[in-house]
């Protein structure tokens, strides 16, 4: 059964950092692709950053590009996001995914293509 878990969300103040912990177990997770997205109150959910099955690829939206890096850690199956100079509209709950494609040969932004999800992780940045 796959199990994708997150953790390091919680409440700071604007400016500040927070790096969000996706640990998946249940399948090769060395062999898809990663992402990371958001859903704010009253709002759908967004897609944040999404890296490639190898790690060499990463994309994220235009609102993180620069405070947010997304990394993996093959040999935990593991994978960050680090977030740096936060502001209040960056609050929301967090969440990862798992790419259905085995071995996607591009980053895909779209949530219909991941099909694991965790169950969230709040952020909550006060300004």
């Known amino acids: 059964q796959v199990h994708m878990v997150e953790s390091g969300g919680g409440l700071v103040q604007a400016g500040d950092s927070l790096r969000l912990s996706c640990a998946a177990s249940?399948?090769?997770?060395?062999?898809?692709?990663m992402g990371w997205f958001r859903q704010a109150p009253g709002k759908g959910r967004e897609f944040v950053a999404a890296?490639?099955?190898?790690?060499?690829?990463?994309h994220y939206t235009d609102s993180v590009k620069g405070r947010f890096t997304i990394s993996r850690d093959f040999a935990r199956d593991t994978m960050y996001l680090r977030m740096n100079s936060l502001k209040p509209e960056d609050t929301a709950v967090y969440y990862c995914?798992?790419?259905?494609?085995?071995?996607?040969?591009?980053?895909?932004?779209?949530?219909?293509?991941?099909?694991?999800w965790g169950q969230g992780t709040q952020v909550t940045v006060s300004s």
């Open positions: 890296i490639s099955w190898t790690g060499g690829s990463v």
């Open positions: 249940g399948r090769t997770f060395s062999d898809y692709g």
């Open positions: 995914a798992a790419d259905r494609i085995f071995k996607r040969d591009y980053v895909t932004m779209g949530a219909s293509a991941y099909n694991y």
